[in-house]
């Protein structure tokens, strides 16, 4: 087994850390040497990935943000859209079997309200925005 270049170093533990490396070093196959390259490796790796949370936490921690209120307003949308569907259910009465030209009005609204639907989602605007009183 290869052993990588190693470099002496001296250090000055208190007691008490000192008595631990001792007890530690006592393990088979445990040597102080070991022990203290495994936990400075340690330590630096710790000191990296706080260097990561501190460069990009604020950030993800934005983006959670903006996604929670994303998902708020998905669920405030889809709620009022379900509540407005209930409302018209229950007042409005359904059209008679036979009524082949109010069901071909209701057809031709549908498809106007599709397409009015995609000209907004193409073009970016809300509908709830100040100011939106018009669709075009």
Not at 2 to 8: G, I, L, V
Not at 88 to 99: H, K, Q, S
Not at 127 to 136: N, Y
Request: proline fraction near 4%; hydrophobic fraction near 40%; aromatic fraction near 6%.
């Amino acid at each position: 087994m290869h052993r990588a270049e190693q470099f002496r170093h001296q250090l000055f533990l208190p007691k008490q850390e000192s008595e631990q490396l001792e007890a530690l070093a006592r393990s088979p196959g445990a040597t102080k040497s070991q022990l203290l390259a495994t936990a400075w490796s340690a330590w630096l790796k710790r000191q990296g990935s706080d260097e990561l949370e501190h460069r990009f936490g604020q950030r993800l921690d934005r983006i959670s943000n903006q996604l929670a209120r994303i998902e708020r307003d998905g669920h405030v949308g889809l709620e009022s859209l379900a509540l407005f569907i209930r409302y018209m259910l229950t007042v409005t009465a359904p059209l008679p079997d036979g009524d082949d030209t109010a069901q071909a009005i209701g057809r031709d609204r549908f498809a106007a309200f599709v397409e009015r639907v995609g000209r907004r989602l193409a073009s970016g605007r809300r509908s709830l925005a100040p100011g939106m009183d018009s669709d075009e």
